[in-house]
């Protein structure tokens, strides 16, 4: 096939691999959340905190029912990984490691957030309950201790 056709038919693909891109990022995320919720969920049981107290978790049902009405299969969850893994955005699971691993330093007290805290506080609260104490950042190569408590999906 001639060069200048291949590039055409690149050129045309791309906008459908971006739509199909954003909807794996956008599936992904609502399992990321749904993942978040119930470690969250659990971590607050065992507190013995109230789940029903903190707002955020509404986002578990919210994402659960939006997946539900995508369709969203083993088969497709099993896609989207594939098609991530191709995609992985180079830094993104470090970044969130990061600001994980600061915002988990808020709780190493033994405190938790407000009701009304953000997922990624409540996410970060979690870990701590789960795996101690936050695992110190090293401006060279991330956070040390990979792998203590901090699963992303």
Do not use: N
Request: proline residues 8%; aromatic residues 4%; glycine residues 8%.
């Amino acid at each position: 096939m001639p060069r200048s056709l291949e590039a055409r038919i690149e050129r045309l693909a791309r906008p459908l691999h971006r739509r199909d891109l954003a909807a794996v990022w956008h599936r992904r995320t609502l399992r990321a959340r749904l993942k978040v919720c119930t470690l969250v969920r659990a971590a607050a049981a065992e507190a013995g905190l109230d789940p029903a107290g903190i707002s955020v978790l509404r986002l578990e049902a919210e994402a659960l029912a939006e997946l539900a009405a995508l369709g969203d299969t083993p088969a497709l969850r099993a896609a989207d990984e594939a098609l991530a893994a191709v995609e992985r955005r180079a830094g993104d699971a470090d970044e969130l490691a990061g600001r994980l691993a600061r915002l988990a330093r808020c709780y190493a007290d033994g405190s938790h957030p407000p009701a009304s805290g953000s997922l990624a506080s409540w996410h970060a609260w979690a870990l701590v309950r789960e795996s101690g104490p936050p695992p110190t950042p090293s401006p060279s190569r991330g956070i040390e201790g990979e792998g203590v408590g901090m699963q992303f999906p």
